[in-house]
């Protein structure tokens, strides 16, 4: 079975950076299309960005332009390059793939 463990949550201030990362364990990792997911309190779970076995990638209109997702096959991890960041962006972060969830890890954009 896939397992999923985020990392790279933290506080930073409203127009910085932060990278998530996404280590997966278990095989067939490149063969899997991995996605973030965010949930900010009292809200939904929403859809952030995912990336397929190809390469291919899709965004959240709220990200775009300002989020990034990459994978690395060789180390089964999957990124989230997150710039430009504003208040709204604070969530937990989960990575996701097939029926696999990861426990999340906390983003806070503060000043």
């Known amino acids: 079975q896939v397992q999923l463990a985020e990392s790279g949550g933290g506080l930073v201030q409203p127009g910085g950076s932060l990278r998530l990362s996404c280590a997966a364990s278990g095989s067939f990792f490149s063969v899997f299309t991995m996605g973030w997911y965010r949930q900010a309190p009292g809200q939904q779970r929403e859809f952030v960005a995912e990336?397929?076995?190809?390469?291919?990638?899709n965004y959240a209109d709220s990200v775009k332009g300002r989020f990034t997702i990459s994978r690395d096959n060789a180390k089964k991890t999957v990124y989230l390059q997150m710039s430009s960041l504003k208040s709204e962006d604070t969530a937990v972060y989960y990575c996701h793939t097939g029926t696999r969830w990861g426990q999340g890890t906390q983003v806070t954009v503060s000043s």
């Open positions: 990336i397929s076995s190809a390469g291919i990638t």
